[in-house]
Every structure is written in structure tokens, then in C-alpha cells.
């Protein structure tokens, strides 16, 4: 089963510093033998750390979403001086809204723990913190109500692209296809026909081979669904 993956920069000069500010700032969540751990919900990731990766700035800057606002200078001057990146690792479970809802959950107690940035590692799409924080409080709010919460989280992980053929990358973290518009539009327009054909009930039934070309994990394993208009 394809995992729910977010990478997380920071200054951290040890692992341990992590799970310190987390104490700090009273987070449920806390790292165990047994894996990343909500004490309050008893919701599970898998936490790994890498050392520094060279060139993660420019990496970073050229996978952002040219309908959201560019990192700042001070962002990219903060992801050039990282020192350590967690990885967070969801499994979908039973139910795929609530299980990336989880794991959002746990991307986020590492933002909370000192964490610069979130890479959608499906998607390339990537948040300075603070923009993160912010769209993880509509999900919050969604509460229960499923197709609000599809909405707030869609917008926390798909990443757009624009020109002859509009579409979207990431729709695999909702368990969904990504989609494709068959002709250019102006962002704006595209940007609205995408978000209501994400929110169209059909579209596993409607899915094709994902045929785009792209590398995994963006490759979406669920396909596309093609929009002629």
C-alpha cells in the first residue's frame, strides 16, 4: 500500500531536539520505540531523519505551485541552512480522508517541533511553515464533516500546473486520480474547474493510466481523469 509521505527541514543539530520542543510546547504527540505517536488520539506515523541535503533550497523554489505565493528570501536563506530532515510516513488505512488526516496531523507536531517547511514528497508542493499551519486549521475545523475535510486537505497537498494543459499533481494522497484539462485556460478559471472536478464523486470510475511520464512518487498510481473542457 502506497504510503502518505512529507518531508520536513530544520535546524535541528540533533534528533532529539525534536521531541525537546515538542515536550515544550505540550504536543500528544511523542516518538516511541513503536513509531510517532498522538497519546491522545493513539494515531501512528512512521518518523525517520536524514542528514542535510545539499541543494534543497533550489530544489524547494522550483517546485512551488504558481498559484501560491513563492518562498520568501528569508525561507530559502532558513532551508540553506538546515541542518536535519524528518520524514513523516502515513499508512491510509481503513479510510483514506481520515488516514491522511493523521498523518497531516503528525507532519504538523513536527512543524510545531521546529520544522522550517513541508514537502508534499507526492506532489513536490512545499509550505513555509507558517502558510502550512494556516491551511492545517481549515482541516481542523472541517471536524467530521467529510466533504470539507476532502476540501480543506486538497488544497494542502495538490500542487497545480498551468499552460496547454492544465492539471494536478497529488490527488493520490486523497486516494483519488489526478486531472487533466485537454486545453489552456487562464489560472484562475483552471484553478476553479480543477477544484470542482476533484470534488466529483465518479472519478475512480473515470480514471486512466496515468501516461504524463513522471517519476515516482508522483506518478499517480490512481491514474487521471481527462476533462475535455
Known amino acids: 500500500m502506497e504510503q502518505l509521505i512529507f518531508n520536513l527541514p530544520g535546524d535541528w543539530t540533533h534528533p532529539y531536539l525534536l521531541f525537546r520542543l515538542l515536550e515544550v510546547v505540550g504536543s500528544p504527540w511523542q516518538g516511541t520505540e513503536d513509531g510517532f505517536i498522538d497519546l491522545e488520539t493513539g494515531d501512528r506515523v512512521t518518523l525517520a531523519v536524514g542528514r542535510r541535503v545539499e541543494h534543497l533550497a533550489e530544489a524547494f523554489a522550483s517546485a512551488t505551485d504558481p498559484s501560491r505565493t513563492p518562498l520568501s528570501d528569508a525561507m530559502l536563506e532558513a532551508l540553506d541552512a538546515h541542518q536535519l530532515v524528518f520524514q513523516v510516513q502515513g499508512d491510509r488505512g481503513d479510510d483514506e480522508l481520515l488516514g491522511l488526516r493523521a498523518t497531516l496531523r503528525a507532519t504538523n507536531a513536527v512543524v510545531d517541533g521546529g520544522a522550517t517547511a513541508v514537502q508534499c514528497v507526492q506532489s513536490h508542493l512545499v509550505h513555509e511553515a507558517d502558510a502550512f ?83 515516482e512518487p508522483v506518478r499517480n498510481p490512481y491514474g487521471v481523469v481527462i476533462i475535455s473542457a
Open 133 to 215: 499551519q494556516a491551511l492545517m486549521k481549515d482541516v481542523e475545523a472541517a471536524g467530521n464533516d467529510r466533504e470539507a475535510l476532502k476540501q480543506a486537505m486538497y488544497r494542502v497537498v495538490v500542487r497545480y500546473q498551468f499552460g496547454k494543459q492544465p492539471m494536478t499533481f497529488g490527488m493520490s494522497y486523497l486516494g483519488l486520480p489526478d486531472l487533466v484539462v485537454l486545453k489552456p485556460m487562464i489560472a484562475d478559471r483552471a484553478i476553479g474547474r480543477l477544484e470542482r472536478a476533484a470534488m466529483e464523486p465518479d472519478l475512480l470510475d473515470r480514471a486512466v493510466e496515468d501516461s504524463r511520464g513522471l517519476p
